[in-house]
């Protein structure tokens, strides 16, 4: 079955980084669209970044251009999301995404796949 697994959450300081990773399995890594989002405390999903099939083309939420950069593997089945300058407004639980053969998009309804997310605390 296909898989997801998130990993390199943590707890940081403002102005730290953290790299996410997720690793896919269970599927032809090389056909999807991958997206990650977020979810605080509180607020709905929130849609942060998304990578094209090749990782020619991305696509950011307007708040995180400039700090976060998202990039994939195909080799590794792996999509990863560079976070800088973090920020407490940060504070999520982090979740990454696939849809099949899509366009690049921010609405979570046109994902197929989601994985169980990993938790990141920005502290002040």
């Known amino acids: 079955q296909v898989q997801l697994v998130e990993s390199g959450g943590g707890l940081v300081q403002a102005g730290d980084s953290l790299r996410l990773s997720c690793a896919a399995s269970?599927?032809?890594?090389?056909?999807?669209?991958m997206g990650w989002f977020r979810q605080a405390p509180g607020k709905e999903r929130e849609f942060v970044a998304a990578?094209?099939?090749?990782?020619?083309?991305?696509y950011y939420l307007d708040s995180v251009k400039g700090r976060f950069t998202i990039s994939r593997d195909n080799a590794k089945d792996t999509v990863y999301l560079q976070m800088n300058s973090l920020k407490p407004e940060d504070t999520a639980v982090y979740y990454c995404?696939?849809?099949?053969?899509?366009?690049?998009?921010?609405?979570?309804?046109?994902?197929?796949?989601w994985g169980q997310g990993t938790q990141v605390t920005v502290s002040s």
């Open positions: 269970g599927l032809t890594f090389s056909n999807y669209v």
């Open positions: 990578i094209n099939w090749i990782g020619g083309r991305t």
């Open positions: 995404a696939g849809q099949y053969r899509g366009l690049l998009s921010s609405a979570a309804r046109g994902y197929d796949y």
